[in-house]
């Protein structure tokens, strides 16, 4: 119980100074400094820095689509998909005031280690498949527009967190979810002309 506790512990340390800094802005000794431990202690856990950074990745996207959940569920409802994956980029902006930790990983990801940038990948690839997934069952779109807008919601979210946070207005946001809720709505619309 403890070991999974002092581990814990230190991911969750590893991940605040990745979206706070980056990968590369911190070390294993900086990690156990502000646990409280030894560097050689972090080492029992993860015995190199990369080991981390892959631990770090692989909880954020499981934590991710785990708390999005069965992407079976909304069939075919383009706007309720639009409106949980929003409001999840949402909650991690404005509730814990934070970046998403692959948008920080993706922009470094030229300076990554390879295992780190394999895994940053990872999370991108799995999102955009909970999407597809979750908007494959609209009859609204066909498979190729049901891709593509996958790719859109992604890059609109991850881009609006960025331009957000780095300007400090929370409107930037707002203004990125409105225009995919106006997409929706278009689709919706398009939908409509056709039947």
Not at 21 to 34: E, I, W, Y
Not at 110 to 136: C, M, S, Y
Not at 153 to 179: D, N, P, Q, T, Y
Request: aromatic share 8%; charged share 25%; with cysteine.
């Amino acid at each position: 119980m403890e070991t999974n506790s002092k581990r814990d512990e230190i991911l969750d340390v590893a991940e605040a100074m990745i979206r706070n800094a980056g990968f590369n802005a911190f070390s294993t000794r900086d990690v156990a400094s502000a646990v409280g431990i030894k560097a050689s202690s972090v080492h029992y856990y993860f015995p190199t820095k990369v080991d981390m950074g892959v631990a770090v990745t692989e909880r954020y996207t499981e934590r991710f689509l785990t708390q999005l959940g069965d992407p079976g569920r909304f069939k075919g409802d383009v706007r309720e998909v639009v409106s949980v994956y929003v409001n999840s980029f949402r909650e991690t902006l404005i509730r814990d005031d934070k970046l998403c930790l692959c948008a920080v990983l993706g922009a470094e990801i030229g300076g990554l280690p390879q295992e780190v940038g394999g895994h940053t990948r990872t999370f991108f690839d799995r999102n955009i498949a909970w999407l597809r997934k979750a908007l494959a069952g609209s009859s609204k779109m066909s498979a190729a527009e049901t891709n593509a807008f996958a790719v859109h919601i992604l890059a609109a979210l991850e881009g609006g967190m960025i331009l957000s946070k780095s300007l400090g207005k929370e409107k930037i946001f707002e203004s990125v979810a409105a225009m995919l809720n106006r997409l929706c709505d278009a689709i919706g619309a398009s939908s409509d002309r056709q039947a």
